[in-house]
């Protein structure tokens, strides 16, 4: 079991960045893939961005290319999400999560259905 603790949402004005970050515990850290959703009321989780074991794979939606980098420090068992440009659009509770199995593909990451472990999910507000 993978256990996953989010934090670094907050309220911020559009054009802003935040920094969101994801500790990870209870596994070898190295051994798994990770990616980040977001949801928002009503609707379902949607894909932001995954990276692989080694961080040399990353695949990010068509929405937030450009302006987010998910990146991971396995010395700290870390997955952190550098969001810039933030627009209202991206708010949402944003939530790290860890694939069942071996990702490589946008496919694989972009699954919901594919995470078994999910963090608590942290709050992030973008006001115009």
């Known amino acids: 079991h993978v256990n996953l603790v989010d934090s670094g949402g907050g309220l911020v004005q559009a054009g802003a960045s935040l920094r969101l970050s994801c500790v990870v515990s209870g596994v070898i850290f190295s051994a798994y893939d990770f990616g980040w959703f977001r949801q928002v009321p009503g609707r379902e989780r949607e894909f932001v961005a995954g990276?692989?074991?080694?961080?040399?794979?990353?695949h990010y939606s068509d929405s937030v290319k450009g302006r987010f980098t998910i990146s991971r420090d396995d010395a700290k068992n870390t997955v952190e999400l550098q969001m810039e440009s933030l627009k209202p659009e991206d708010t949402a509770i944003y939530y790290c999560?860890?694939?069942?199995?071996?990702?490589?593909?946008?496919?694989?990451?972009?699954?919901?259905?594919?995470?078994?472990?999910w963090g608590q999910g942290t709050q992030v507000a973008v006001s115009p």
């Open positions: 999560g860890a694939p069942a199995g071996d990702c490589k593909t946008w496919r694989c990451f972009s699954q919901a259905r594919l995470y078994d472990d």
């Open positions: 990276i692989g074991k080694t961080g040399d794979i990353v």
